[in-house]
């Protein structure tokens, strides 16, 4: 029995120092927002009905995991978003309102960044390209920038109709 209680006080030591270790390798953050949108005759037309009075919230949840020098595991989370209305109490918490909008790994060396997952793609200052796609992005950290990209968008695997974005930019830093 003495060998047995040594021993556990030995693994229990280990872990004291180890699990520290490995949590701060994780950050977790978040976000709740709500907000009142009251919106009167916003389309500018006298002639329609277009009063809008509604309360909105997104909670959102981000997880890094950084398991060594430039690699991240990044996924983010939205849940609960959407508009307080319908009747009765508790209204979104019956909506289908789990959203995974990030979830991809990254790398990043000295010359190179790679990233591979679902994550944000934006080009011409996100306004020729600003979208949440699955696929993989390559971008050099030289003073002439190339990146590359191919993102599914939407994948039909039964039909020919898939949104796809091949993209490639050259810029300066």
Known sequence: MSKFVKVMVALLAIATFVAPA???????????????YNLDNY?????????????DQRFRLNTNYKPADGVLVRVRMDLGEDEWAGSGQNTIRNEDVVQLDYAYLQIQKEMFTLTAGQSW????????????GTGVAFATKTPVVFKA?????????????????????????
């Open 121 to 132: 793609n934006g080009y011409g200052n996100a306004i020729a390209i600003d979208t949440i």
């Open 43 to 55: 389309d500018l037309d006298d002639n329609t009905n277009d009063h809008v009075s509604v309360f």
């Open 22 to 36: 490995f949590a701060s390798d994780i950050e977790v953050s978040g976000q709740m927002r709500v907000e009142y």
């Open 149 to 173: 990209s191919y993102y599914k968008l939407n994948d039909d695997r039964l039909a020919d109709d898939d949104d796809t974005v091949y993209a490639l930019s050259v810029g300066h830093t």
